[in-house]
């Protein structure tokens, strides 16, 4: 196992290259990205990473625990000692995003648009769970990747932590053809609706 410091040492030294992880050939971008894993690993097994552009001129690095409230604050306790470094902006736990389009999952490719959501709680429990409702269900339902695709789009739409903390269970059903009729509402106002429903506590 490593440090913090020694992880940020080790990217100190090797980031350039990671800010042109979309101009390179395929074979060797797969080659760094292995390569950050296994640094990444080093510290923490349970963690992950995204890359990405944020502007021209700034690149972020988000630490994931993969909804893991258990190695939150590993993620944390990283980002916490990362070095002050152009053009990098470090981010511990996925950030809430509200311009999701689409999100897909190695053989899936689900539409947000398309998605509903149902609120499920138990009596006798606060605990919120959600029924994600979308079309075609009875075409994808047994696609072993679908289940990891809603708590990733979950996470994304709603944020790492407070998708992990606040909503305790999800599963899928089929679109009824009058969602709202139903009770359903569309899956990019969940934050407003876990917020309503926190306050309501």
Avoid: C
Avoid at 57 to 75: M, P, R, S
Avoid at 138 to 167: F, M, P, Q
Wanted: charged share 25%; glycine share 4%; net charge negative.
């Amino acid at each position: 196992m490593i440090t913090a410091q020694q992880f940020w040492q080790w990217f100190k030294e090797i980031n350039t290259a990671y800010t042109f992880l979309n101009t390179v050939e395929a074979d060797v971008k797969e080659k760094l990205l292995d390569n950050f894993l296994e640094q990444l690993h080093g510290y923490s097994d349970q963690l992950y990473f995204e890359i990405g552009g944020h502007t021209d001129h700034v690149t972020e690095l988000i630490i994931t625990a993969a909804g893991n409230a258990e190695y939150f604050g590993k993620a944390e306790e990283l980002i916490s000692q990362a070095p002050v470094l152009a053009p990098w902006i470090f981010i511990a736990l996925k950030p809430a995003a509200n311009d999701l389009s689409k999100s897909s999952w190695n053989s899936l490719e689900l539409n947000i648009a398309d998605l509903w959501f149902l609120p499920l709680s138990r009596a006798g429990s606060n605990d919120l769970g959600i029924r994600i409702a979308l079309k075609n269900y009875e075409l994808i339902k047994d696609n072993k990747d679908l289940l990891a695709l809603l708590y990733i789009i979950v996470d994304t739409i709603h944020g790492e932590r407070s998708a992990a903390l606040d909503i305790k269970h999800i599963d899928a059903s089929p679109l009824p053809e009058e969602p709202r009729e139903k009770g359903l509402y569309p899956i990019e106002k969940l934050p407003a609706f876990v917020s309503y429903y926190k306050s309501r506590k």
